[in-house]
């Protein structure tokens, strides 16, 4: 035991005593590391290559060249040495090199194999593109839920003649009545309709056969930014100047009454008329990338021989409902009696002149910006007013009417990425209409009964005498409103704010009766100058009101697919008079009631509307075909509309005008009867 104890510890020593040794002879000089790093299948890799020096951690850092090698030189060598090599894709490597010898060039080639790939959980990210507000209207892209057309189809559906009619345009779409006034819808009276020009108010009824526009017909909207209306809304739109092409269009219309056909009564009647029309349009760059313009202009005349009581023949009376030979009795009477049926400034045939105008101009230089100024104007002198195979050419007189109209645009896009828009837009309207009888007398009325016409016995009215006296009526209308448009999730929402504000003034003067109306039971009487009534208005102040109407809306359309879309909103709606009628106390005291009251009224009209396409056909309303016959659509088929909602005539001038004058007070209208 004590033998085995003494020889471990010797070699103790001599181990102890080996290294000291090694230490105190240790060679510092240079050493280089350098070798060669690959793949598994031998190709190059560069890679970076550390390398740490022992025992003092010192470190030096290289790469590898496209050859895959690299050298690395110590210039206080140790002989002690730790490489790690590491590259994208690869697992890396490290390993101890140690001087063997008296070698001061250390060799240390490295294979790479490549990384194991991980596979992650999909991450799904789903943005949508922010989308630019647009408020432009077009036949593809109808309102959710609302029942409108947009004019198309063949051209001569409407006459040359009445091209450009607002009313005759009308009248080509399938849910609309034309009556003698106006377009109706399920029955509406044209105080419920509304014409507007770019969606503000137009007091003109024509617009120029060659001005290039679209017309569209709305009965109901869900769209609570539109509203004044609840019959028929005629809008045309009137667009900017083209800024690619200059567009010239041109039309001259000859109507000879040789050409025209019509039946026996037509002819009796005096229905053909014969005249000539000319329109000319024109629209594109005025001025360089600065000024566009889309202009027209219309002239027409036209003339007709329409029967009086004095040239009409046997049919026209016996389609009156009287016989020719009453006729002829009354009327060798009312000459000698020196009663004039005509005179020397009564026409022999009835003339029609217009001149319409409708122009837009542009500021183009910001294409961010919308700068318009859009005018129109219209002027008609219509001749023999009234004539008729019951009324004597005296009776009749001309209409002349004034029409003139401007609407400034400005718009703007703003806010984050300049995608919200906010339009304002200012419009100035006024129509005046001014009748002037041919002769300026007394207006006599002749009850004649015919009993042989049918099975029953006609009691039939003959006017004699003179029109009633000169009277002018103007109308003016000064609007303004404010539209906000912005889209959230592309546009899968859609909102639209309005601020709205309206004007309306109405001035009615001359007495309608102020040279008195005659009224005879029969000829005989007539004969014996025995009235059995007379009537006359003895005084008539001016008529006159103003009316204002405000509303401000909030509407969202929500379009999942353009399959299906839904839109909802509210409108406010305030209104009333600028002034009240005056009080009559006599009135009120025998009658207990209040006189001199104008309210104002304020209304909240909801509405909501949807459209679902159950046609999934990818050209669906998609595409327009326009040629020598005219504009075709490609309306969406297959669809299902619906909605319910409120919808308000605007308040009138008129409803104030005719209280105001009809107080009962001595400074009001007086009749004589």
């Given at each position: 035991m004590?033998?085995?104890?003494?020889?471990?510890?010797?070699a103790g020593?001599?181990?102890?005593?080996?290294?000291?040794?090694?230490a105190i002879g240790?060679?510092?000089?240079?050493?280089?590391?350098?070798?060669?790093?690959t793949?598994?299948?031998s190709?190059?890799?560069?890679?970076?290559?550390v390398v740490?020096?022992?025992?003092?951690?010192a470190?030096?850092?290289?790469a590898s060249?496209?050859?895959?090698n690299?050298?690395v030189?110590?210039?206080?060598?140790t002989?002690?040495?730790?490489?790690?090599?590491t590259?994208t894709?690869?697992?890396?490597?490290?390993r101890?090199?140690?001087r063997?010898?008296?070698?001061?060039?250390?060799l240390?080639?490295?294979?790479?194999?490549?990384a194991p790939?991980?596979s992650?959980?999909a991450?799904?990210i789903?943005?949508?593109?922010?989308?630019?507000?647009?408020?432009d209207?077009?036949p593809q892209?109808?309102?959710p839920?609302?029942?409108e057309?947009?004019?198309?189809?063949?051209?001569?559906?409407?006459?040359?003649?009445?091209?450009?009619d607002?009313?005759?345009?009308?009248?080509?779409?399938?849910?609309v009545?034309?009556?003698?006034?106006?377009?109706?819808?399920l029955?509406?009276g044209?105080e419920?309709?509304l014409?507007?020009l770019?969606?503000?108010?137009?007091s003109?009824n024509?617009?120029?056969?060659?001005?290039h526009t679209?017309?569209?017909?709305?009965?109901?909207?869900y769209?609570?930014t539109?509203?004044?209306?609840?019959?028929?809304?005629?809008?045309?739109?009137?667009?900017?100047?083209?800024?690619?092409?200059q567009r010239?269009?041109?039309?001259?219309?000859?109507?000879p009454?040789?050409?025209?056909?019509?039946?026996?009564?037509?002819?009796?009647a005096?229905?053909?008329?014969?005249?000539?029309?000319?329109?000319f349009?024109?629209n594109?760059?005025?001025?360089?990338?600065a000024?566009?313009?889309?202009v027209?202009v219309d002239?027409a005349?036209?003339?007709?021989?329409?029967?009086?009581?004095?040239?009409?023949?046997e049919?026209?009376?016996l389609?009156?409902?009287?016989?020719?030979?009453?006729?002829?009795?009354l009327?060798s009477?009312a000459?000698?009696?020196?009663?004039p049926?005509?005179?020397n400034?009564?026409?022999?045939?009835?003339?029609?002149?217009?001149?319409?105008w409708?122009?837009?101009f542009?500021?183009?230089?910001?294409t961010?910006?919308?700068?318009?100024l859009?005018?129109?104007?219209?002027?008609?002198r219509?001749?023999?007013?009234?004539f008729?195979?019951?009324a004597?050419p005296?009776?009749?007189?001309?209409?002349?009417q004034?029409?003139?109209?401007?609407?400034?645009?400005?718009?703007?896009?703003?806010?984050?990425?300049?995608r919200?828009?906010?339009?304002t837009?200012?419009?100035?309207s006024g129509?005046?209409?001014?009748?002037s009888?041919?002769?300026?007398?007394p207006?006599?009325?002749?009850?004649?009964?015919?009993?042989?016409l049918?099975n029953?016995?006609?009691?039939?009215?003959?006017?004699l005498?003179?029109?009633?006296?000169?009277?002018?009526?103007?109308?003016?209308?000064l609007?303004a409103?404010?539209?906000?448009?912005?889209?959230?999730?592309?546009?899968?929402h859609r909102?639209?704010?309005?601020?709205?504000g309206?004007?309306?003034?109405?001035?009615?003067?001359?007495?309608s009766?102020?040279l008195g109306?005659y009224?005879?039971?029969?000829?005989?009487?007539?004969?014996?100058r025995?009235?059995?009534?007379?009537?006359?208005?003895?005084?008539?102040?001016?008529?006159?009101?103003?009316?204002?109407?405000?509303?401000?809306?909030?509407a969202h359309?929500?379009g999942?697919?353009?399959?299906?879309n839904v839109q909802?909103?509210?409108?406010?709606?305030v209104d009333?008079?600028?002034?009240?009628?005056?009080?009559?106390p006599?009135?009120?005291q025998a009658?207990g009631?209040?006189?001199?009251?104008a309210p104002?009224?304020?209304h909240?009209?909801?509405?909501?509307?949807?459209?679902?396409?159950?046609?999934?056909?990818?050209?669906?309303?998609?595409?327009?075909?326009?040629?020598?016959?005219?504009?075709?659509?490609?309306y969406?088929?297959?669809?299902l509309?619906?909605?319910?909602?409120?919808?308000?005539?605007?308040?009138?001038?008129?409803?104030?005008?005719d209280?105001?004058?009809a107080t009962?007070l001595?400074?009001?209208?007086?009749?004589?009867?």
């Amino acid at each position: 035991m004590l033998s085995r104890c003494a020889t471990t510890l010797s070699a103790g020593l001599i181990f102890s005593c080996a290294f000291a040794r090694s230490a105190i002879g240790q060679d510092n000089s240079p050493d280089v590391i350098r070798g060669k790093v690959t793949d598994d299948s031998s190709r190059a890799i560069v890679a970076t290559v550390v390398v740490t020096r022992g025992p003092d951690r010192a470190t030096q850092q290289s790469a590898s060249d496209s050859s895959g090698n690299y050298r690395v030189r110590f210039e206080l060598g140790t002989g002690d040495y730790l490489v790690y090599v590491t590259a994208t894709g690869f697992v890396p490597a490290r390993r101890r090199v140690q001087r063997q010898g008296d070698e001061h060039e250390l060799l240390a080639n490295f294979v790479l194999h490549p990384a194991p790939v991980v596979s992650l959980d999909a991450v799904r990210i789903e943005a949508r593109k922010p989308v630019r507000a647009n408020i432009d209207v077009h036949p593809q892209q109808p309102e959710p839920g609302s029942s409108e057309t947009w004019q198309n189809g063949v051209s001569g559906q409407v006459p040359p003649t009445t091209a450009g009619d607002l009313n005759a345009v009308a009248g080509t779409m399938s849910n609309v009545t034309v009556t003698g006034v106006a377009p109706s819808i399920l029955g509406s009276g044209s105080e419920s309709n509304l014409n507007t020009l770019n969606g503000t108010g137009m007091s003109a009824n024509a617009i120029p056969r060659a001005a290039h526009t679209e017309t569209r017909v709305t009965g109901a909207t869900y769209d609570v930014t539109r509203g004044g209306f609840s019959g028929v809304n005629v809008d045309v739109q009137l667009q900017p100047g083209d800024r690619r092409y200059q567009r010239r269009d041109g039309y001259l219309t000859f109507d000879p009454r040789m050409l025209q056909f019509t039946d026996a009564t037509g002819r009796s009647a005096g229905a053909p008329s014969g005249g000539a029309r000319g329109s000319f349009g024109a629209n594109g760059e005025l001025i360089r990338q600065a000024l566009t313009y889309n202009v027209a202009v219309d002239l027409a005349k036209s003339l007709s021989d329409p029967s009086t009581l004095l040239n009409a023949n046997e049919n026209a009376l016996l389609t009156a409902g009287i016989e020719p030979d009453s006729v002829a009795r009354l009327l060798s009477f009312a000459t000698p009696m020196g009663l004039p049926l005509g005179g020397n400034n009564v026409p022999n045939n009835r003339v029609h002149d217009a001149v319409t105008w409708l122009g837009r101009f542009d500021d183009t230089r910001d294409t961010l910006q919308t700068r318009a100024l859009t005018t129109y104007a219209g002027f008609t002198r219509d001749g023999a007013v009234g004539f008729g195979p019951l009324a004597a050419p005296s009776t009749a007189s001309e209409m002349r009417q004034r029409n003139l109209g401007a609407q400034l645009t400005f718009g703007a896009f703003i806010g984050p990425g300049r995608r919200t828009l906010n339009e304002t837009r200012v419009a100035l309207s006024g129509v005046r209409t001014t009748t002037s009888p041919y002769q300026s007398l007394p207006g006599a009325t002749v009850l004649v009964r015919s009993d042989n016409l049918g099975n029953g016995t006609d009691v039939t009215s003959l006017s004699l005498g003179g029109g009633s006296l000169p009277s002018v009526e103007s109308r003016w209308t000064l609007e303004a409103g404010n539209l906000t448009a912005w889209n959230a999730h592309g546009r899968t929402h859609r909102f639209r704010g309005l601020l709205w504000g309206r004007l309306d003034g109405l001035r009615e003067e001359g007495l309608s009766n102020g040279l008195g109306t005659y009224t005879f039971s029969s000829i005989d009487e007539f004969v014996a100058r025995r009235a059995s009534t007379f009537s006359r208005t003895l005084t008539e102040p001016p008529r006159d009101g103003k009316v204002w109407n405000l509303a401000t809306a909030l509407a969202h359309t929500f379009g999942a697919t353009r399959y299906f879309n839904v839109q909802y909103g509210a409108r406010v709606e305030v209104d009333g008079f600028a002034s009240s009628p005056a009080r009559n106390p006599a009135l009120e005291q025998a009658l207990g009631v209040r006189t001199g009251v104008a309210p104002s009224r304020v209304h909240v009209s909801p509405r909501v509307g949807f459209t679902f396409t159950y046609n999934r056909d990818k050209d669906n309303g998609q595409g327009t075909m326009q040629n020598q016959t005219g504009r075709y659509y490609r309306y969406m088929s297959g669809t299902l509309r619906g909605g319910i909602g409120e919808f308000r005539d605007l308040l009138r001038p008129n409803i104030l005008a005719d209280a105001s004058a009809a107080t009962g007070l001595n400074n009001g209208s007086t009749f004589l009867n």
